[in-house]
């Protein structure tokens, strides 16, 4: 009797054991006592896209700098964040492998990132079925929040409502400025970003009268793009909209200039174009260029000058949306860990769902942060903006729309040409 009662304790030990090992496996859950709070980003920080990774990274150290010099998550005694940060080399397939990396090996609570929509898609695939959730900042390729998936939220706008957005203004323009648009080509890099961008294009351009007479795809990592602006040259339609990482905005700008293509209007969907080294690449061939983007240094939203000047002071150069958005991400993230007291992932997933900031640092990007059902951010603003020369100095200017405008800004419509 006393040796089966020895064996019964004996097999309880072990099992205890063996679930106390399983329950130490992958992501989920940090104990609340923990000194940290270790959370993981996947960017490109190698290849074309590696500044616009590096940006991102800067931007969420200095967030996460001054979130735990304030004190850290109070609720759960001023815990600190820790970001542990994952090079997706702008491949989905290492994206993958990362989020997994992150999730089973350096058992972060939660995953942001990616920049790129084609890395974003599968890598929060990984998150879903891990039940970890994973804080969309960037990627802007509508079907992320439209899958179904409990895990996912997502700050930034969808890619077909900047494709809406900047079919109004092309209609606007069109009719203050008395210069009719019938045609319009589009030129877009060959991943989902680029691909969602057109899907949109298809639906908004036709809506509002406009013929699509081109729709050319590229490689983005491309070192030559003359057939593609020479194509554009051919076909000549009164308006070319583009979808671009940085290395390649600048190289399709350069070539334009050099081939002479004078459309009414080059328009740009922030991305490359609205890297801080687009201009440094571009020189003087982007002036006249627009651009939508969700912020910009010159509009006039709570604490954005004093963020600005305190990045451009640290790292040397202004933020774009893509780091106020990365930026804000930490601070709506802090929120959630706030408010859940705990970073078991059930309770974290319902504190992001039940998001309502309308004050402090996110209100750099809205005025109001909440999500929808799907995760989905519901008051994710735009503006154009249009890289003009201000007394000498060209700088990336807001003029659309007015309320937003930079006061005392002129609109340059239609494209005169390279000066």
Do not use: H
């Not at 409990?150 to 606007?172: G, H, M």
């Not at 729309?401 to 040409?417: F, H, L, N």
Request: proline share 5%; net charge neutral; hydrophobic share 40%.
């Amino acid at each position: 009797m006393r040796f089966k009662n020895k064996r019964y304790i004996g097999l309880f030990l072990a099992l205890v054991m063996m679930l106390s090992l399983v329950a130490g496996c992958g992501g989920g859950t940090q104990k609340d006592t923990a000194k940290e709070i270790k959370m993981g980003t996947i960017l490109p920080l190698s290849g074309s896209a590696a500044p616009l990774g590096k940006i991102g990274q800067q931007a969420r150290d200095m967030a996460i700098e001054e979130i735990n010099a304030a004190g850290g998550i109070k609720s759960m005694d001023g815990v600190k964040l820790k970001m542990v940060y994952a090079d997706s080399k702008g491949d989905p397939a290492t994206g993958v492998s990362e989020a997994e990396r992150l999730i089973t090996q350096e058992e972060v609570v939660l995953l942001t990132g990616c920049y790129q929509s084609g890395v974003a898609m599968p890598s929060t695939e990984v998150a879903e079925r891990y039940q970890i959730p994973y804080f969309v900042d960037v990627p802007s390729e509508d079907k992320i929040t439209e899958r179904g998936f409990k895990y996912i939220f997502r700050l930034a706008e969808k890619t077909s409502w900047r494709n809406r957005a900047q079919t109004e203004f092309i209609t606007e323009m069109s009719q203050k400025y008395n210069t009719p648009v019938k045609t319009v080509g589009l030129i877009y890099e060959n991943t989902a970003w680029g691909q969602g961008a057109v899907k949109a294009w298809e639906k908004y351009l036709p809506e509002a009268g406009l013929q699509i007479v081109m729709k050319e795809p590229y490689p983005s990592n491309s070192s030559d793009l003359t057939p593609v602006v020479l194509k554009a040259k051919q076909l000549n339609p009164d308006i070319i909209m583009m979808v671009s990482y940085v290395s390649d905005a600048a190289l399709l700008t350069k070539t334009f200039a050099e081939q002479k293509v004078t459309p009414k209007a080059f328009i740009g969907t922030s991305g490359g174009f609205a890297d801080p080294t687009y201009y440094n690449l571009a020189g003087d061939a982007c002036e006249n260029f627009f651009d939508i983007s969700t912020w910009e240094p010159d509009v006039n939203r709570p604490t954005s000058k004093e963020t600005n000047e305190k990045f451009k002071q640290k790292y040397g150069y202004m933020m774009n949306a893509e780091a106020v958005k990365a930026y804000v991400g930490m601070y709506v993230i802090a929120d959630a860990l706030e408010r859940a007291g705990s970073t078991d992932p059930v309770k974290l997933r319902e504190a992001f769902a039940s998001t309502d900031l309308k004050s402090g640092p996110a209100q750099m990007y809205a005025s109001e942060t909440k999500f929808d059902e799907t995760g989905q951010m519901v008051n994710a603003p735009l503006v154009i903006c249009q890289y003009q020369k201000v007394n000498g100095k060209m700088e990336r200017v807001t003029v659309y729309p007015q309320a937003e405008a930079r006061v005392g800004s002129q609109i340059v419509w239609p494209y005169p040409g390279v000066k």
